[in-house]
């Protein structure tokens, strides 16, 4: 099993809808949460950080579920902009040791 | 622009040739790190330096070894690779170690554009 799955995708939507992505991990013991983007070719950015009492940054909102060990990325009237790879990150304790999950692509369309 | 520079962009190279590749971040960051990302793979880190030390290698073939002279340089230097170590290397930074335990977010990996290597 891997230690962070998310969604296969790809994921097309046209503009203005709303898409969630899902992403588990293994690891119990997990401390730090992030979702990052990246664009065709370009280096990973972070979008954000996922706290424990979930988060929201304009059309963006971050849910952890430690009970359930996923976290989610919401994303409401989505722009064209908003096509890229979503990454899943997840940190254990031993700070350094961040690990990446494959990444949901999405295509936003007019 | 991040505040994290790497050359060469791209390269070419052969199984025999030696090569390095080069990280700068202009961040004031302490930890630099090693990324290699290959198609259809999620990113798997390599290497790992905290204030210069080396803290963690993660099973890397010694045909890459990694040079980190202070906290603002890391290098990653190649020889005798191999067809299947093409992929993008991405270099990264952080104030501290990634995932530590800090909501100010100070603890974020920062990366560079990448280095595409091809190897023939």
């Known amino acids: 099993r891997k230690e962070v799955e998310q969604d296969p995708g790809p994921f097309n939507v046209p503009e203005g809808a709303t898409v969630a992505f899902n992403c588990t991990y293994s690891n119990s013991a997990s401390q730090s949460f992030f979702w990052y983007r990246q664009d065709c070719r370009k280096e990973p950015k972070l979008l954000m950080s996922v706290y424990s009492s979930g988060n929201e940054d304009g059309r963006f909102t971050a849910q952890l579920n430690r009970a359930s060990q996923y976290i989610s990325l919401l994303i409401r009237d989505s722009k064209l902009s908003d096509s890229a790879t979503y990454l899943c990150v997840v940190s254990p304790t031993n700070a350094g040791k961040s690990t990446f999950g494959d990444g949901t692509t999405l295509t936003v369309k007019p | 622009e991040t505040g994290v520079t790497q050359t060469p962009r791209h390269l070419v190279m052969g199984m025999t040739n030696k090569k390095s590749l080069k990280c700068e971040q202009h961040l004031g960051h302490n930890a630099m790190y090693w990324y290699k990302q290959s198609a259809k793979k999620p990113l798997e880190l390599m290497f790992v330096y905290n204030f210069k030390e080396q803290t963690e290698n993660n099973s890397v073939p010694s045909r890459f070894s990694p040079e980190c002279p202070n906290s603002s340089h890391l290098f990653l230097h190649l020889h005798t690779l191999q067809p299947e170590d093409s992929a993008l290397y991405l270099c990264?930074?952080?104030?501290?170690?990634?995932?530590?335990?800090?909501?100010?977010?100070?603890?974020?990996?920062?990366f560079g554009a990448g280095s595409r290597l091809t190897v023939l």
């Open positions: 990264a930074s952080s104030q501290g170690l990634a995932g530590g335990l800090s909501r100010s977010g100070a603890n974020v990996l920062t």
